[in-house]
């Protein structure tokens, strides 16, 4: 089975489930290994890789599909997992991706988690029991009500419903993206759909993701649990 093969497995076997969790970005600085190390000590083929640019201070970097190493200018090798990234790790090495930071923290002398984001996929059909929708977090939220009552407070202050004209799908967000602690839930069916990524009759009927983004101490304090 090559790696596109992989990959789609584990894409088809998350589609599967009611309720899933995954991580879904790491972003991670490593101190005290060459970059050899670290791509071995992710399991990794270090020819499996190509030059690409730097990014953030840093001056060169390195790719293998949507896995990316900085390295140079900034002190350390900054390894670098979007929700892809996440994903491509996983069908080449058949590890969590969780995996990086437990061999990281292993054998490095010192990490930064810069950013760690957690998601859970609810494909469940909504029936009775199950009316989760993103109109309804969005309403204990506040959103759509005229006597300004919440069923749910947070100390995050800012909250916003979006649903953009002719998009598919729906997002509701508590707090800032500039902050350690972002809170975002919407319609990951309607994105992919947006996005051209898949067909209505290739999903499930219902798909909403919830997410939280971590950085820097929230980042770290997650990573180690």
Not at 98 to 110: G, K, Q
Not at 188 to 213: H, T
């Amino acid at each position: 089975m090559d790696f596109k093969d992989r990959k789609e497995v584990f894409w088809m076997e998350a589609v599967k489930e009611g309720l899933s969790s995954c991580i879904d970005y790491l972003a991670v600085s490593v101190h005290g290994l060459d970059l050899v190390e670290v791509v071995s000590l992710m399991g990794l083929e270090f020819g499996k890789f190509k030059e690409s640019r730097g990014f953030n201070g840093y001056r060169f970097g390195i790719q293998s599909e949507n896995i990316k190493i900085w390295y140079g200018g900034n002190p350390g090798i900054h390894v670098h997992l979007t929700g892809e990234g996440c994903r491509d790790y996983e069908a080449i090495t058949g590890e969590n991706v969780l995996n990086v930071y437990r061999v990281m923290v292993d054998n490095a002398e010192r990490l930064n988690v810069t950013r760690i984001d957690l998601a859970i996929d609810d494909k469940r059909e909504v029936t009775k029991n199950n009316r989760v929708t993103i109109r309804t977090v969005a309403r204990k939220l506040g959103w759509f009500r005229n006597d300004g009552f919440k069923e749910c407070v947070t100390n995050l202050k800012k909250v916003r419903y979006i649903r953009d004209v002719g998009s598919e799908g729906e997002t509701v967000e508590i707090g800032s993206r500039a902050s350690q602690l972002f809170f975002r839930f919407y319609d990951k069916r309607g994105e992919m759909i947006d996005k051209g990524k898949a067909l209505s009759g290739e999903l499930p009927n219902n798909w909403i993701r919830y997410e939280a983004e971590c950085k820097g101490d929230k980042a770290n304090l997650v990573a180690d649990m």
